[in-house]
């Protein structure tokens, strides 16, 4: 382990790159100040201190990030990030592998396709329309953006997106009311995510999280994850006992489950 003001390995950010002169994979975080030997992986990682309680390790698209206490010393570090290497290693492969099998985003212009609820829809300008909601307007297969022919990419992209999830918060809606009183629960609130490689997630105050991008995706895959993360509100686990919750309102829940493991989408 090097310690902070030590130079680190000249090595571009990134999870797991390749580095032929020592034949190991690489991660290393834009802001690398430590790093460790994990495995057959040199991890470069951003550490910090601050005012905590408890050493905290994360894992997040730019890599590892380690924050501690003011008083803890860069000993009782290093043996903690040995001592979860095997957690820190297996979120950066997993951020790899979405990151090599997520397809290319959707060109952001005129005529662009972007997928919603399993279909296409085709990115059209539209100026002079008058908009019942704002900026975006979903007509047959084409979702009309109020921009003008001069508009630049990021602003095309901003403005679908914002559309995408407010549809993305009210088809959730809709399928957590249809399967909440099927399942006996009540769920508390819902929260939109932009987690990397989670779907959803659940917590036992009733609180559900979906990932926005799920509406991508066919309504059949959206069940899957809605019926999933509301039975954990029954069973917070994944045992045979979960699974049979799961089956009362999706019998065919393995396939669709199967189905979406092989989804991989673009940040």
């Not at 000993?75 to 997993?94: F, P, T």
């Not at 005529?111 to 909601?133: K, M, N, Q």
């Not at 009540?186 to 999280?209: F, M, N």
């Amino acid at each position: 382990m090097m310690s902070r003001s030590a130079p680190l390995h000249p090595v571009q950010p990134g999870l797991f790159e390749a580095d032929p002169d020592r034949l190991v994979a690489i991660s290393r975080h834009p802001r690398a100040n430590r790093e460790a030997r994990l495995g057959d992986a040199l991890v470069a990682y951003e550490f910090r201190r601050g005012q905590r309680r408890t050493i905290g390790l994360s894992v997040g698209p730019q890599g590892l990030s380690v924050r501690a206490p003011r008083w803890t010393s860069l000993a009782e570090i290093d043996a903690l990030v040995q001592r979860k290497g095997d957690w820190v290693l297996a979120k950066l492969r997993q951020l790899h592998e979405h990151r090599r099998l997520a397809p290319a985003p959707p060109e952001w212009c005129a005529g662009a396709e972007i997928p919603y609820l399993g279909r296409s829809l085709v990115l059209a300008l539209d100026p002079s329309h008058r908009f019942t909601g704002p900026g975006a307007e979903l007509c047959c297969d084409r979702l009309l953006l109020a921009l003008g022919p001069d508009a630049d990419a990021q602003r095309l992209r901003d403005l679908a997106q914002a559309w995408l999830m407010r549809e993305a918060q009210r088809v959730f809606v809709e399928r957590l009311d249809h399967y909440a009183p099927r399942l006996g629960v009540r769920y508390k609130s819902l929260r939109l995510s932009s987690a990397v490689t989670r779907w959803g997630s659940a917590s036992a105050d009733g609180g559900i999280r979906l990932n926005w991008r799920l509406i991508h995706l066919s309504l059949e895959m959206i069940d899957y994850v809605v019926a999933h993360e509301l039975s954990h509100l029954r069973e917070m686990n994944h045992s045979p006992d979960f699974w049979s919750v799961v089956a009362s309102v999706l019998p065919d829940y393995e396939r669709r489950r199967q189905a979406l493991r092989q989804v991989r989408l673009a940040p």
